[in-house]
C-alpha cells in the first residue's frame, strides 16, 4: 500500500521530466538519478503547500496533546471523521499519530543530534512536524522523498514558510541514517537502562520500576526488553459481547476472532470498531481482555457462609468510565444480583450510565461521589455489599501501549499522592464489606507500590480479611491462562497479566474476603 502523500510526492518529482536545475542550470536533485538519497532535494519554496489530510489529522492530533493536554484516543476518531479520512487513510493517520507519540523518547533523542540548539527552544508546532518526519523516515515504510516533501508542505500549511527550510534541513540529517544506524550511534552500550530508555522510547523511571515491577511478581529482570517492545506494539482491539447480552456470532462473521483467553471475547484486526454489530447498541464492548478476566474473576469468587436469601449487592466504587461496571451489571443481571456503580467526576459518571445503558435498568444504580465516603450512605447492615471492586486511580504503567501520550506524561511524583488514594478508597471499600464478601483491588500498573505492598498493608490495617488466591480465581474464568504466567513465588495469591505474555494491559488483582462475624483472624504475614 503507497502510503497518503507518497503517490503525490512521487508526482510532483517526476513532472518536470527528470532533475531540477538552478537558474545556472546546476542539478538541483541528485535523489532521482540513482544517488542514496529517496528524498527530493527541491526547495521547500517549490514544494506542494497544502498538507494532505491524513497527516494533517496526525499533526492535529499531536499538537491537541501537547498544547491541551489531550487524549490521542479521543482526539483521533473526532480529526479522522472531520477530514473524512477513508480507511487507508484512517490507518495511516493512526499509525502516524501512535508511533510518533510513542516513538517521541527515541526520535527527540535523535532529532537533538541535527538540531543546532536544545530541542526546547524550537516552537512546540515545528517540533510535532519533526517527530512526524522522524516517523515517517524511521518508523514507516514511507519513502524518504515523500516523508520529507509532505512534511515541509505541512509546515508550510499550518505552521508558515519561515521554518519549513528548518524543518528540511533537519529532516534530511535524519535521513541520513537508517533507525539501526541511529541506535547504534546513540546507545553504543544496548544493554544500560538508559539505552533502553531511548531505544523503546519510555522514560528511564518508567524502566526501572519496570523492571522492578517484572522481578517483584517473580519475571525474570530480562523480560523488561519483550514488555518495553509490547509497550510499543499496536494493541488488537479486545472486544467483550456482554453475558446474556450480546452475541459473538455476528462479530466474528464481521471478521474478529474468538479471544483465546476470556469467554464472550474477541480480537478484531479491521480498524473502525464502529461497525461492529452489537457495538453501537452497548450489548459488544471494547475492552481490554485483562480488564474483562479481573471482573469476571470477582464474579466468580466464592463467598463465605451466605445464606443466599436476599439478592447480592455489588458495588464497583470507581466505575468510571465504566466498562468493568457494564460487564458487572451484566453479570449481575444474570444472577439477580444489583450493582451500584459509583464515580466521583461527574462527566465520567455519565459515561458510566452510557456504558450501563445496554443492561437492564432494574440491575444497575448509579452513585455520584467520593467513594471515600461511601459508608456515610449506609443504612445499618443492608447497606453492606456482597462483591466489591476497587479499580482504583493508579499509575496506569500497565496500560502504556494503549495511551501512547501518557509514558511521557506521568511522572515519579505521581507514586505517592494515588497510592495515599488507594488506600483510603480500599479502606473505604473494607467499611461497606459484608461479612463473608469478597473485595478485588484491581490496579492497571504492575508497580509494586500500587500491588503487592497495598495488599499487604491492607492486611495489616484489616485483620479480618483474608486473601483469597486470585490466581485460581482468573483461570476459573480463563482455563487457558497458565498459572505460572500470573503468581510469582512470593506474592502467590496475587494475579499479574503481562503485555507480552498475555498480550493484556498489565492488570493487578488481589482478592480479600472478609471473614464472617466471630471468625478467627490469622496472621497476615504468613498467610500472603
Ligand atoms: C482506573 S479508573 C476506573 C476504570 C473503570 N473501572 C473501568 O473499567 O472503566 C479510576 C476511576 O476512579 C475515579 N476516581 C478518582 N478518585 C475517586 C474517588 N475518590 N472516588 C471514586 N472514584 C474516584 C476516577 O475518576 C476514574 O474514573
Given at each position: ?8 510526492a512521487g508526482r ?10 538552478d ?7 541528485r535523489?532521482?538519478s540513482?544517488?542514496?538519497?529517496q528524498y527530493?532535494?527541491?526547495v521547500?519554496?517549490e514544494?506542494?503547500?497544502t ?26 476518531p473526532?480529526?479522522?471523521?472531520h477530514?473524512h ?8 493517520a493512526?499509525e ?8 517521541q ?7 537533538a ?7 526546547g527552544q524550537?516552537?512546540a508546532p515545528?517540533?510535532d512536524?519533526?517527530r512526524?518526519?522522524a516517523?515517517q523516515?524511521?518508523g ?5 522523498h515523500?516523508?520529507?516533501?509532505s ?7 499550518q505552521?508558515?514558510a519561515g ?7 533537519v529532516l534530511?540529517?535524519v535521513a541520513?541514517q537508517?533507525?539501526d544506524?541511529?541506535?547504534?550511534r546513540?546507545t553504543?552500550?544496548?544493554t544500560s537502562?538508559s539505552?533502553?530508555s531511548i531505544?523503546?522510547?519510555?522514560p528511564q ?16 529482570a530480562?523480560?523488561?526488553t ?5 509497550d510499543n506494539?499496536a494493541p ?5 459481547a456482554?453475558?446474556?447480552?450480546g ?6 462473521a464481521?471478521g ?8 464472550g471475547?474477541a480480537?478484531?484486526?479491521g480498524g473502525?470498531?464502529?461497525?461492529i ?7 459488544v464492548?471494547?475492552?481490554d481482555?485483562g480488564?474483562q478476566?479481573t471482573a469476571?474473576a ?5 463467598l463465605d457462609?451466605?445464606?443466599g436469601?436476599e439478592?447480592e ?13 457494564a460487564?458487572?451489571?451484566a453479570l449481575a443481571?444474570?444472577r439477580?444480583?444489583h450493582?451500584?456503580?459509583?464515580e466521583?467526576a461527574?462527566?465520567r459518571?455519565?459515561l458510566v450510565e452510557?456504558?450501563l445503558t ?7 444504580s448509579?452513585?455520584t461521589g ?6 456515610e450512605?449506609?443504612?445499618?447492615p443492608?447497606?453492606?455489599f456482597?462483591?466489591?471492586?476497587v479499580?482504583a ?9 494503549r495511551r501512547?501520550e501518557?509514558r ?6 505521581d ?6 488514594l488507594?488506600?483510603?478508597l480500599l ?5 461497606v464489606?459484608a ?8 490496579a492497571c500498573?504492575?508497580h509494586p507500590a500500587e500491588t503487592v505492598?497495598?495488599v ?10 483474608e ?7 482468573m483461570?476459573?474464568?480463563?482455563p487457558?491462562?497458565e ?5 510469582g513465588?512470593e506474592?502467590p495469591?496475587t494475579?499479574?497479566l503481562?503485555?507480552?505474555l ?7 488483582l488481589?482478592?480479600?474476603r ?6 478467627a483472624?490469622?496472621?497476615p504475614d504468613?498467610?500472603?
Open positions: 500500500m503507497t502510503p497518503p502523500g507518497q503517490q503525490d510532483s518529482f517526476s513532472r518536470r521530466g527528470g532533475p531540477r536545475r537558474s545556472q542550470g546546476r542539478t538541483r536533485n535523489g532521482q540513482g544517488g542514496p538519497r527530493s532535494a527541491s521547500p519554496r514544494r506542494r503547500r498538507a494532505d489530510p491524513a497527516r494533517l489529522t496526525a499533526y492535529e492530533v499531536l499538537r491537541a496533546v501537547s498544547q491541551d493536554d489531550a487524549y490521542a484516543n479521543l482526539v483521533l473526532q480529526r479522522i471523521a477530514h479520512l477513508d480507511q487507508r487513510d484512517a490507518g495511516f493512526t502516524l499519530t501512535y508511533g510518533a507519540l510513542r516513538g523518547g527515541l526520535y527527540d533523542a535523535i532529532l543530534e541535527c538540531v543546532d540548539r536544545p530541542l524550537l516552537d515545528v517540533l512536524a519533526l512526524l518526519g516517523h523516515l524511521l514507516m515504510r514511507v519513502k524518504a515523500a516523508a520529507l516533501d512534511t515541509v508542505a505541512l509546515v508550510r500549511d505552521i508558515g521554518p519549513s527550510g528548518l524543518v528540511n534541513a534530511r540529517k541520513a537508517d533507525r544506524e541511529w541506535l547504534d546513540l553504543p552500550d544496548p537502562e539505552a533502553q531505544r523503546h522510547s519510555h523511571w518508567i524502566v526501572r520500576a519496570l523492571r522492578q515491577s517484572l522481578v517483584t511478581h517473580g519475571r525474570p530480562q523480560e523488561i519483550d514488555l518495553l517492545e509490547a506494539a488488537v482491539l479486545n472486544l467483550v456482554l453475558p446474556g447480552l452475541d459473538l456470532d455476528p462479530v466474528l464481521h474478529a476472532e474468538a479471544g483465546p483467553l476470556a469467554p471475547s480480537l478484531f484486526r473502525d470498531a464502529g461497525r454489530p452489537g457495538v453501537r447498541e452497548g450489548t464492548r471494547v475492552q481482555v480488564s478476566l469476571r470477582l464474579a466468580a469468587a466464592p457462609q451466605r445464606d436469601s439478592p449487592r455489588w458495588l464497583d466504587l470507581c466505575a468510571g468510565p465504566g466498562g468493568k461496571a460487564l458487572l451489571a443481571a444474570e439477580g444480583a450493582l451500584l456503580a459509583n466521583v461527574a462527566h459518571s455519565r452510557q456504558a445496554a443492561v437492564p435498568q432494574q440491575s444497575w448509579l452513585r467520593d467513594g471515600r465516603t461511601i459508608g450512605d449506609r443504612r445499618g443492608s447497606g453492606d456482597h462483591r466489591i471492586l479499580d486511580p493508579c499509575t496506569g504503567l500497565g496500560a502504556l501501549r501512547p501518557s511521557w506524561r506521568r511522572q515519579p511524583s507514586l505517592a499522592p494515588l497510592t495515599d488507594q488506600r483510603e479502606d473505604s471499600a473494607v467499611g464489606l461479612p463473608g464478601g469478597v473485595l478485588a483491588y484491581v500498573s504492575p505492598v497495598q499487604q498493608d491492607l492486611l495489616r490495617r484489616h485483620p479480618q480479611l486473601l483469597l488466591d486470585a490466581p485460581d480465581a483461570i476459573s474464568v480463563a487457558g491462562l498459572r505460572s504466567t500470573v503468581a513465588p506474592h495469591g494475579a499479574q503481562w503485555p507480552h498475555h498480550a493484556t494491559d498489565a492488570m493487578f488481589a482478592l480479600f472478609a471473614r464472617p462475624s466471630g471468625a483472624a490469622i496472621d504468613q498467610e500472603s
